[in-house]
């Protein structure tokens, strides 16, 4: 008897899986790299970095302020990792100081490093904020450093989703890829 069709935005070898089974065996090879998301504005780009995540192989994401955001735009890949909430900055660096985790803020702000100069810390938590406002102040005075992507074109800033995806590419190439 032939399986029941699987539609699910799946590799195929997790086709017919749980989603129980398939977090089990996506956390059997996890990797060290964390993502936060400054969540001051219910951003829709939430949505897209969620699904970013997921697809480099991020485990565990955490959400700094709002509960509410652009689950669709994730595409349920949040279903297929942790998602963490916290009510405010200092509830979020609490935890991410117990568990020894290094917090790099990804923001175009003048004092900011050149990403593709840092060197980003192996066991570090990207942190992102909402278009437009980008990360709060409160929060970028916890970053260990500060790190902005090179443009070269006339608009001030790229969106946050595209930012996130070149900043997590960039962790992998030098932690997993080399």
Not at 28 to 57: H, K, W
Not at 102 to 129: K, Q, Y
């Amino acid at each position: 008897m032939e399986a029941p069709h699987d539609s699910r935005n799946l590799i195929d070898a997790y086709k017919g899986k749980s989603i129980d089974a398939i977090v089990a065996d996506l956390d059997t090879d996890a990797i060290s790299l964390e993502i936060a998301l400054d969540n001051v504005s219910r951003d829709y780009n939430m949505g897209t970095i969620v699904r970013s995540a997921n697809a480099f192989g991020v485990r565990h994401v955490h959400i700094i302020g709002s509960r509410q955001w652009n689950k669709r735009g994730a595409m349920m890949t949040d279903k297929y990792l942790h998602v963490h909430y916290y009510a405010n900055a200092d509830s979020f660096v609490a935890a991410m100081r117990q568990y020894k985790k290094r917090l790099i803020a990804v923001d175009n702000c003048e004092d900011a490093s050149l990403l593709s100069e840092a060197l980003l810390p192996e066991d570090c938590v990207l942190l992102f904020g909402a278009e437009g406002p980008g990360i709060s102040e409160k929060l970028r005075n916890y970053a260990e450093q500060t790190v902005a992507i090179e443009q070269f074109g006339s608009t001030r800033s790229i969106n946050v989703g595209v930012a996130a995806g070149i900043a997590m590419y960039a962790w992998l190439q030098q932690h997993v890829l080399n």
